[in-house]
């Protein structure tokens, strides 16, 4: 009786599991193809998405409202499925009560057309934070030191943080610091802009990066004072340290290193290999001084194989004809545009050296492959 009871059980629960895991298929593949169908995501991205989101056909209310919502702020099939991919569980948003409320007070603020798209798209942390506590703060704050919607769109993009902390608690005593040390409002703008998340920084860490950056001698008022600054908060002692001692072992002297790095910051963010494979590509295949790196140490930079080596071909090439002289300021052909470099020394001499654009292209073109 027992052994019955128990083979009865046993049935039961594998007809229970054999039920749900079919539902739960069905589930998915109707997500699946709400997602394909409704919203325009390839099938790729609709199955990766389908793991965060579950639809029922059964009760499929508010997706269809969510999508005639977007629709209504003029987003697009392309905007519609950029924002579904990255964030698919916007369809179960409530339009009435989240999506509605924030929209408006964009749009009111005037976050309209492509600004509204792009802000939307890319800083989905929209849809997950409050109006009144978070949202608001946030765009009164950046407003008041950006001034436009513009810069506004353009810090919320590179960092999501900006949304998600307390601006009020986090940033607004770090700005209130960088003016009271002297960064004029123009800079401190042009920090959050061009880093985000270096205003979030913690209070001693940035007390500490201004204080290293004014013993440089860099002025507050310098674009390059932001820049050293940005770098100086993204990097420990210690990181700083090795940093200096990997230029001091390709024979940089400590006070060339810091004045290269007043002059072009990033040269102390770029990785160790990116500086000994660019050092050794100037000083032993183009043959170059130290001391002209050093006068340019944006140099260190560029991409060697997508933007030196090709130019340097081509320079060679035209060398080995006479078709310029050996003594041309290489300044000038590293630095020069792409566009002024292709007129000056590629379309300038396509007759006399045939298959010169296609050898500078080639260059470029399986340097990016094999990047």
């Known amino acids: 009786m027992a052994m019955k009871l128990f083979l009865i059980q046993k049935r039961f629960l594998a007809t229970q599991y054999t039920s749900s895991s079919l539902s739960s298929s069905s589930s998915s593949s109707f997500t699946v193809d709400f997602l394909v169908n409704s919203c325009g995501l390839p099938l790729k991205s609709a199955l990766l998405a389908s793991r965060k989101l579950k639809l029922d056909k059964k009760n499929l209310r508010n997706p269809p409202f969510v999508l005639q919502f977007l629709k209504s702020h003029n987003f697009d099939e392309t905007h519609i499925s950029k924002l579904i991919e990255k964030r698919p569980e916007v369809l179960q948003s409530r339009v009435e009560g989240n999506l509605t409320p924030k929209f408006n007070f964009l749009v009111a603020n005037g976050f309209v057309g492509k600004l509204l798209h792009d802000l939307i798209i890319h800083h989905t942390e929209i849809f997950k934070r409050a109006l009144d ?38 940033a607004q005593p770090n700005i209130d610091f960088l003016r009271k040390e002297g960064v004029p409002a123009d800079m401190v703008a042009k920090l959050i802009i061009l ?54 072992s390709l024979q940089w002297s400590e006070e060339e290193i810091l004045g290269a790095f007043k002059r072009y910051p990033q040269i102390l963010a770029m990785s160790e290999e990116k ?32 933007r030196i080596r090709p130019r340097y071909n081509v320079i060679k090439v035209l060398e080995s004809k006479e078709l310029i002289k050996g003594d041309t300021k290489i300044s000038t052909l590293l630095n020069t545009s792409e566009k002024t470099f292709l007129i000056n020394y590629v379309s300038r001499y396509v007759k006399e050296v045939p298959g010169l654009l296609e050898l500078y292209k080639g260059i470029a073109k399986r340097a990016e492959k094999d990047a």
């Not at 608001?136 to 998600?164: C, D, G, Q, T, Y």
């Open 195 to 248: 880093n985000p998340g270096t205003i979030l920084s913690k209070r001693d860490r940035m007390v500490y990066a201004m204080n290293a950056i004014k013993n440089l001698g860099l002025e507050p008022n310098n674009t390059m004072f932001v820049r050293a600054l940005i770098v100086r908060l993204q990097m420990t002692e210690t990181t700083w340290n090795k940093k200096i001692e990997v230029m001091k």
């Open 275 to 306: 500086i000994r494979s660019a050092m050794d590509f100037y000083i032993n295949t183009m043959e170059l001084r130290r001391q002209i790196i050093i006068a340019c140490p944006i140099f260190l930079g560029y991409s060697i194989d997508k």
């Open 133 to 170: 506590s978070r949202i608001k703060p946030a765009f009164s704050l950046l407003k008041s030191i950006l001034h436009s919607n513009e810069n506004v769109v353009v810090a919320l993009k590179r960092s999501s943080r900006l949304l998600s902390a307390d601006l009020n608690v986090n």
